[in-house]
């Protein structure tokens, strides 16, 4: 018998209770499409792309406000060119009633294009608060990331929970996904260690074609194809079908322990497919916790 497949009933669905998703601009029809499988309430992430402009955004955090979810837009700072475009985008999401909750990274760009080098100096403008922002998540990288240091993605964590605390908001770590537990788990205790102890909302790709899986790991730097394969359990031979994260969620609810590792739940990395990300949850949760093991 696997051990990493025999986690308890209710470890294993408290890890999926108040799961969050990710979806950007682009993905309303989507959205609209698959809401009746989403849970009301559900956190939901809109991305900050570069080709995606204002209105967008904004109607992105509308939609997902309208059909009965929590928008949590990202604010990515690298690519903000000036601070008055930083006012613009929340004073649109404070008019939306879209606000409360934001995402703030660094992004994506090695250069930034305008005043804003990282998560930590957008958080410091004093412009969050003033637009009634309450909430904010921050990134966090059990991996690595393949242009910073180690000790340099620990500073900036530590930092930013430190920032959060000092302008009293209320927040939460969101990871980069992953395919191994094990990362995560050291992660998780060493930022316990560090006095990092805000809730963490742990990456994890939804089901997705395998071809495009590969592509998205090697993209982020946070797995080699070999690695995948072996964790995933396809064989890198036939590239042709869907896989999911049974495996990952399994093995996380099994060795999950909320005394070294804190508050966790799980955020759904959705590559655009929201409906099938969500009945691949309903499907799982419903399954996977309540089959004895054998």
Do not use: C
């Not at 955090?61 to 903000?80: D, E, M, N, Q, Y």
């Not at 004073?91 to 294009?113: C, I, Q, Y």
């Not at 939460?172 to 560090?194: K, M, N, S, Y």
């Not at 964790?231 to 093995?251: I, Q």
């Amino acid at each position: 018998m696997n051990p990493a497949l025999t986690a308890t009933p209710a470890v294993g669905t408290a890890l999926l209770d108040d799961f969050s998703l990710e979806m950007t601009g682009k993905d309303v029809a989507r959205l609209e499409e698959a809401h009746g499988s989403i849970p009301r309430g559900t956190r939901i992430n809109i991305t900050f792309l570069a080709g995606e402009d204002l209105g967008m955004r904004l109607d992105a955090a509308r939609a997902v406000k309208r059909l009965g979810f929590v928008p949590v837009p990202h604010i990515s700072a690298r690519r903000l060119p000036s601070r008055a475009a930083l006012e613009e985008f929340l004073s649109g999401l404070a008019e939306d009633g879209t606000a409360e909750n934001v995402f703030v990274v660094g992004g994506d760009p090695a250069r930034p294009e305008g005043p804003y080098p990282d998560a930590l100096a957008v958080l410091r403008t004093g412009l969050l608060q003033r637009h009634g922002v309450r909430h904010v998540g921050i990134s966090g990288y059990p991996e690595g990331h393949p242009a910073i240091a180690e000790g340099t993605l620990w500073s900036a964590l530590t930092d930013k929970a430190d920032a959060l605390g000092v302008h009293r908001f209320g927040g939460d770590v969101i990871t980069q996904f992953g395919f191994d537990v094990d990362p995560v788990l050291r992660w998780l205790e060493a930022a316990r260690a560090r006095g990092v102890h805000l809730p963490v909302r742990i990456g994890v790709p939804g089901p997705a074609g395998v071809r495009r899986l590969l592509g998205y790991a090697t993209r982020f730097g946070v797995a080699t194809s070999a690695s995948v394969a072996r964790k995933y359990g396809f064989s890198l031979t036939n590239l042709m079908g869907t896989t999911g994260p049974d495996r990952f969620l399994h093995a996380l609810a099994h060795r999950y322990d909320p005394e070294r590792h804190g508050t966790v739940k799980v955020h759904f990395y959705t590559f655009g497919g929201l409906r099938h990300s969500a009945e691949w949850i309903d499907a799982f949760r419903q399954t996977a916790f309540t089959t004895p093991a054998r």
